[in-house]
């Protein structure tokens, strides 16, 4: 959707030259009008890049209904991008609600239009444990019902599927509360039967329980981060650097390892505290970037500024990126796109254009949104419009531009 796009999977940039007078790209050797063939030239240091150059160059084309062929608008072009943020996410929660497989790599087709690269998967909470884990089987007893389960086999394949789009999967593991669900089948987690979360530190075999999840998901998730919600865990034999929520930064400040990455949430002014200290930060302010707020409108999503009061320049660095955030509380397979999108876009815009590009007034936005909004529609996915609250219906009939 932004007027700069273009690369992936932590950061990759791209060079994107469309050569030509006329702006009609032609498949067909004769025609009524004249057609004069254009050259596109890409170039990028990795296949990640070389997606986001392509769907940069996907969203310039148009369907000539006149003349029957592909159109590029406003030839000829040249296009030097990168991401400003490594990090630009979206949290999709398969706790609170089931969503099948095919869903997911729905959203994660998506994401790749608007150049989203990181897949936060809540997995796990206290009102489900649908996800198998080999090493403690019983876990997924734990799961809604016996349909409602993701094998190591349905992670994988959704790693993969989202890898090969340019899309990392970050698997979160919420510890130590939020885990009523993993005393269905092993009681023995709870600190009794009547107090059935946070986890039972004082026993030894919780511990091993988490070093097994551990253990089994550093198989599939091969993503650097692993986010463990709320608190710190041994993780030394893995290969991950750990992100909790801000309620560790909250409690012990800089004591905090070196490489824990701090996940704003509750509201403002959390990142400049946490880069202060000298921790990175991801910031999802839930007044601002939570999805689930049907109230929050696209022009919060587009003006939450990341990096406010944050000058230092070593500091600004230590802002990772954003993530918007779907939990699932009140939403399912049945209508997730449509709360998704397209409010996620205003985000995903902010966290890939250079701030002096932005947009200093979201107004200016609106009908280019609008339009990005109906090439979502036309994709197969189920974006919203863009009046009124999120997940809205349209108010009256009218051109997908307008609504």
């Known amino acids: 959707m932004s007027e700069r796009q273009g690369s992936t999977t932590l950061a990759y940039p791209f060079f994107l030259q469309v050569v030509g007078h006329h702006k009609t790209l032609?498949?067909?050797?004769?025609?009524?009008?004249?057609?004069?063939s254009l050259q596109y030239i890409l170039q990028a240091k990795t296949v990640f890049g070389a997606l986001h150059a392509l769907e940069t160059f996907s969203q310039l084309c148009y369907f000539d209904f006149?003349?029957?062929?592909?159109?590029?608008?406003s030839a000829p072009w040249t296009i030097i991008d990168n991401p400003r943020f490594p990090y630009r996410g979206l949290?999709?929660?398969?706790?609170?609600?089931y969503l099948p497989v095919p869903v997911i790599k729905g959203v994660i087709d998506s994401m790749t239009y608007s150049k989203l690269n990181v897949l936060h998967w809540h997995?796990?909470?206290?009102q489900s444990f649908p996800l198998e884990i080999p090493s403690y089987p019983k876990l997924w007893n734990g799961a809604y019902s016996s349909a409602e389960k993701y094998t190591m086999n349905?992670?994988?394949?959704?790693?993969?599927?989202?890898?090969?789009?340019?899309?990392n999967v970050l698997a979160e593991i919420d510890i130590p509360g939020h885990a009523r669900s993993w005393g269905v089948g092993y009681p023995e987690l709870w600190p009794s039967?009547?107090?059935?979360?946070p986890l039972d530190v004082s026993n030894n075999f919780t511990f091993k329980v988490i070093d097994g999840i551990l253990s089994d998901i550093s198989k599939v998730f091969k993503f650097k981060f692993v986010h463990l919600?709320?608190?710190?865990?041994?993780?030394?034999i893995l290969c991950y650097d750990i992100i909790n929520w801000e309620e560790t930064f909250n409690n012990f400040g800089d004591k905090l390892d070196r490489k824990t990455v701090v996940h704003n949430w509750l509201g403002g002014g959390v990142a400049e505290?946490?880069?202060?200290a000298g921790l990175r930060c991801i910031v999802s302010n839930q007044d601002k970037w939570y999805l689930d707020h049907l109230d929050a409108l696209w022009p919060g999503f587009y003006m939450n500024e990341p990096l406010t009061n944050i000058s230092n320049p070593e500091q600004q660095k230590l802002v990772l990126g954003g993530e918007v955030c779907m939990w699932d509380e009140q939403i399912d397979a049945s209508d997730i796109q449509q709360t998704i999108w397209p409010r996620a876009a205003a985000a995903a815009e902010r966290l890939w254009t250079p701030i002096e590009k932005l947009a200093k007034d979201p107004a200016s936005v609106t009908a280019r949104l609008a339009r990005f909004r109906c090439l979502l529609n036309a994709r197969g996915v189920a974006a919203a419009p863009l009046a009124g609250y999120g997940r809205t219906a349209p108010s009256e009939p009218g051109s997908c531009m307008r609504q």
Not at 26 to 36: E, F, K, P, R
Not at 66 to 73: E, I, K
Request: glycine fraction near 6%; include cysteine; hydrophobic fraction near 40%.
């Open 26 to 36: 032609s498949t067909v050797t004769s025609c009524d009008a004249q057609l004069i």
């Open 154 to 167: 349905d992670a994988l394949d959704i790693v993969q599927y989202a890898e090969k789009r340019g899309v």
């Open 229 to 236: 919600g709320g608190d710190e865990v041994n993780t030394n």
């Open 66 to 73: 006149v003349l029957s062929v592909t159109g590029l608008d």
């Open 123 to 126: 997995i796990v909470d206290h």
């Open 273 to 276: 505290k946490v880069v202060s």
């Open 193 to 197: 039967a009547i107090c059935q979360q």
């Open 91 to 97: 949290l999709i929660d398969t706790a609170r609600h």
